[in-house]
């Protein structure tokens, strides 16, 4: 499955901004698929995952309440809509995939990293 994530960009501190992944193959309603980041001098860092259909999510507690994570198998694409953003949260924000449709650490395909940048 190749992987392509769009919708970063320049935001003010308490802004929202919504990331988009869109996935090729016929296949992705049966992968899990998941959010990571990182920031600056830091290492990747998981941010939030959802199953195969949509019915479980996990967050990393730094962005519970924050950011959220849906999916719609019909675009073959996964959404992270990210609220009251704060400085902290600016890193490259990368998609991923799992072949496994509930795995939480979903690690088998990336994507090419999209850059969000919040100014305080």
């Known amino acids: 499955v190749q992987l392509q994530a769009f919708g970063g960009g320049l935001v003010q501190a308490g802004g929202s901004l919504r990331l988009s992944c869109a996935a090729s193959?016929?296949?992705?309603?049966?992968?899990?698929m998941g959010w990571f980041r990182q920031a600056p001098g830091k290492e990747r860092e998981f941010v939030a995952a959802i199953s195969w259909s949509g019915g479980s999510t996990y967050y990393a507690d730094s962005v519970k309440g924050q950011f959220t994570i849906s999916r719609d198998n019909a675009k073959n694409t996964v959404y992270l809509q990210m609220n009251s953003l704060k400085p902290e949260d600016t890193a490259v924000y990368y998609c991923?995939?799992?072949?496994?449709?509930?795995?939480?650490?979903?690690?088998?395909?990336w994507g090419q990293g999209t850059l969000v940048t919040v100014s305080s």
């Open positions: 991923a995939a799992d072949s496994d449709p509930i795995a939480t650490m979903v690690d088998d395909y």
């Open positions: 193959g016929r296949t992705f309603s049966s992968y899990a």
